[in-house]
């Protein structure tokens, strides 16, 4: 990158975002100033991009959010996406969309089975008296941080709720939509512990899709050994891995520790799955892991609104069962750039600066009309996972 003097924006007051900024000399302005680079949060974006707004981009500024990336980052639109992606490429006879005889996907097939409640409740009902052994997670469509989440084995705890909450079952009532996922209750342990995969993708364009993988992900633990049992349906701790239970028992002074944060890096996790299950199935399941990253991104990009200004880094969330089957829970847009440890704000600083280096032209200065094709030297701890710009251009050349 050249020493070039670039104007910045920032609405949020994080240290590994603002380090950043200042290492490189950028000059700080105001939202109303002439900024060339915004870090912005998805309030702000949906602000800037809504049609009140009146605002029009200049070439020179690029903003760190897609204006619908709820399409992929609220647990309902990701689902309804998923399904349509799914069968779209069923009705085009597409080998990608098979199914194995008992009707599940053979290759599509990386998120629970879920349904929107209210609207699909029927259907619900239909597949947990199919499977009344089951246990399902219950999440909130516009909430995060673990807000609103419980377990139900029960149907008779799904109506009890409705009646008490007075939300989902009445049409009457405005309320927020819900999903209900079958529970993954055969994760993958560690030390007797359940965790999740949180992995940073950085999307710099959705038509044509251009995706990359930070190699620096981490595994998220639960603090209390994972136990299955009833009596454990309502105890968070053993359930849910996010930030926010850990920041809560940090709080508390509960079994946390304050040097690794209850966290692991996936090169570990890959050492570890190589000398415990062997190196083909440690790499069949992160061949996996980048597979259903790409088709949920394919998923959502007919319906994406890929403006030339925008990029984003998201925070994809995974759990592992015991069988090393990759299971995709959500996509975050704005993935936590609090730090609990020293080698999380490292981690987080240094996210930042290859995501910079790699969405702002080699000259140093933003400018929507590059190609976004950066040099290898430009990917820091980033990997290509997929360019298809790129690929045409290769499909071109064998032709």
Request: aromatic share 12%; charged share 25%.
């Amino acid at each position: 990158m050249s020493g070039a003097t670039v104007s910045y924006c920032v609405d949020m007051d994080k240290s590994v975002i603002l380090g950043n900024m200042e290492k490189r000399g950028w000059v700080p302005v105001g939202p109303d100033d002439d900024w060339q680079f915004y870090w912005a949060s998805t309030q702000t974006c949906r602000n800037l991009f809504s049609v009140d707004s009146g605002y029009r981009m200049n070439d020179y500024q690029i903003i760190n959010h897609f204006p619908n990336h709820y399409e992929l980052t609220r647990k309902d639109t990701m689902v309804k996406n998923i399904k349509r992606y799914r069968r779209d490429l069923e009705r085009e006879g597409n080998p990608l969309a098979e199914k194995s005889p008992e009707g599940r996907y053979l290759y599509l097939d990386f998120i629970p089975t879920t349904f929107i409640l209210p609207a699909d409740y029927n259907l619900f009902v239909e597949e947990y008296r199919q499977n009344p052994n089951s246990t399902w997670i219950m999440k909130p469509c516009g909430k995060s941080q673990g807000t609103g989440i419980f377990l139900i084995n029960k149907l008779s705890k799904l109506k009890k709720w409705s009646r008490e909450s007075r939300t989902v079952f009445n049409p009457n009532l405005n309320k927020e939509s819900y999903v209900i996922s079958r529970y993954i209750d055969n994760p993958l342990l560690l030390g007797g512990k359940k965790f999740d995969l949180r992995l940073y993708v950085l999307v710099t364009s959705f038509r044509p899709l251009k995706v990359y993988m930070y190699k620096l992900g981490f595994c998220r633990f639960c603090t209390v050994k994972y136990d299955d049992s009833a009596r454990e349906m309502d105890n968070l701790f053993v359930h849910l891995t996010n930030l926010y239970v850990l920041i809560v028992l940090q709080k508390h002074g509960m079994e946390y520790n304050n040097i690794h944060g209850g966290k692991l890096d996936v090169e570990n996790l890959k050492l570890f799955l190589e000398m415990s299950r062997g190196k083909a199935e440690s790499d069949k399941l992160f061949n996996e892991i980048n597979w259903l990253i790409i088709h949920s991104l394919k998923a959502v990009a007919p319906v994406l609104v890929s403006d030339r200004h925008c990029y984003e880094c998201y925070g994809y969330d995974i759990i592992i069962d015991n069988h090393l089957k990759p299971w995709l829970i959500e996509v975050n847009a704005s993935p936590s750039l609090s730090s609990t440890t020293v080698a999380d704000r490292v981690l987080k600083y240094r996210l930042i600066n290859d995501i910079m280096n790699l969405v702002i032209p080699p000259d140093g200065v933003p400018d929507v009309k590059w190609n976004k094709i950066p040099t290898p030297d430009c990917l820091g701890h980033f990997q290509l996972l997929l360019d298809e710009e790129l690929a045409g251009m290769h499909d071109k050349r064998r032709r």
